[in-house]
């Protein structure tokens, strides 16, 4: 295999905000009365954050309108982005920034494929957002995994075709993004349940191996 590209989905690969997401949409369900905990929050990995509010909907004891959706939503990402105030670079997962200049040095293109939204906010805050080559991003995909679109708009954005690029997962939608798109798949964290996955990480670095 030739790789010409990695792209990274960022929360759980890059850095965790898990908690942070957690904490948001728990106060969210609070307010309305619904039921939410970590198993439900867990359904909500690499997907919207329109889909995730759909997700805790399901649970909801009245249907809500459409500007009511909009309002939730828009109320979580508020909560979520103050509590990202205690972000920093401290914040980065192991090995993160020593695996990033190793694939710089190869000559590796490097990205950055997630459904957030708030990416530059926290690749700012964590002190990367120079670092990568590309950011696809919520900001510029109308579909979120496992709809491929935000990898082959980080491929199309890299000039790197698909079938050259590895994606690095946490999440089992992002590996089925992957797989969808063309492209390598390697999983880490959660992701290393899937079967689907063409490659298994137990740390960042790991991913050196793979050429």
């Avoid at 909801?60 to 670079?89: C, F, P």
């Avoid at 694939?103 to 494929?113: C, N, S, W, Y």
Wanted: glycine share 6%; net charge negative; aromatic share 4%.
């Amino acid at each position: 295999m030739n790789i010409k590209a990695v792209i990274f989905d960022l929360d759980g690969v890059i850095v965790s905000t898990d908690r942070y997401h957690y904490k948001a949409w728990k106060q969210i369900a609070d307010q309305e009365g619904i039921e939410f905990n970590s198993s439900i929050n867990h359904r909500l990995r690499g997907v919207s954050r329109r889909e995730s509010l759909e997700i805790i909907l399901e649970r909801a004891s009245r249907d809500y309108l459409e500007e009511e959706k909009q309002q939730l939503a828009e109320q979580k990402n508020e909560v979520y982005k103050g509590l990202l105030a205690s972000l920093t670079a401290d914040d980065l997962l192991p090995e993160v920034r020593g695996t990033l200049l190793t694939l710089r040095e190869r000559k590796v293109k490097i990205a950055i494929g997630s459904s957030s939204k708030n990416a530059p906010l926290i690749l700012d805050k964590i002190g990367l957002s120079s670092q990568f080559d590309a950011i696809s991003d919520g900001n510029n995909i109308s579909q979120s995994k496992p709809h491929p679109e935000v990898f082959l708009k980080a491929a199309e954005m890299l000039g790197v075709a698909p079938e050259d690029c590895l994606v690095v997962e946490d999440a089992e939608a992002g590996v089925e993004a992957a797989l969808r798109a063309g492209m390598k798949a390697a999983a880490i964290g959660d992701a290393r349940n899937s079967d689907k996955a063409h490659y298994k990480l137990l740390s960042i670095r790991e991913l050196l191996r793979i050429r």
